[in-house]
Nanobody, 125 residues
Framework: QVHLVESGGGLVQSGGSLKLSCVIAELIFNSYAMGWFRQGLGKERGFVAAINWSGSRSYYIDSVRGRFTISIDNAKDTVYLQMNSLKPEDTAVYFC??????????????????WGQGTQVTVSS
């Protein structure tokens, strides 16, 4: 069973930065497609960003492009989400997701097999 452990959430003022981390514990497969999703209060969980295992391809939703950066450290089996210029509308629980995939594959849909427990990000105005 693939186990994902997230960290790095917290409370930050508008315009501030946070960096989320997601460690893939108990690695089973050789490579994964990795993604970050978020769910605001009373809203459905939605896609934020994704990256392939080799780190050569990444995708973002329009509202975070240019402010958020997804990256991967294969040596540490860890995916990061650097979030800059945060806005109150970024407030949500952020979830890391993983799915077995070829090193060059990116998955931008919700059809991931493995999910973390979520970490709260709160941006005050």
């Amino acid at each position: 069973q693939v186990h994902l452990v997230e960290s790095g959430g917290g409370l930050v003022q508008s315009g501030g930065s946070l960096k989320l981390s997601c460690v893939i514990a108990e690695l089973i497969f050789n490579s994964y497609a990795m993604g970050w999703f978020r769910q605001g209060l009373g809203k459905e969980r939605g896609f934020v960003a994704a990256i392939n295992w080799s780190g050569s391809r990444s995708y973002y939703i329009d509202s975070v492009r240019g402010r958020f950066t997804i990256s991967i450290d294969n040596a540490k089996d860890t995916v990061y989400l650097q979030m800059n210029s945060l806005k109150p509308e970024d407030t949500a629980v952020y979830f890391c997701a993983a799915d077995e995939a070829a090193p060059e594959d990116v998955l931008t849909t919700p059809w991931y097999d493995y999910w973390g427990q979520g970490t709260q990000v709160t941006v005050s105005s």
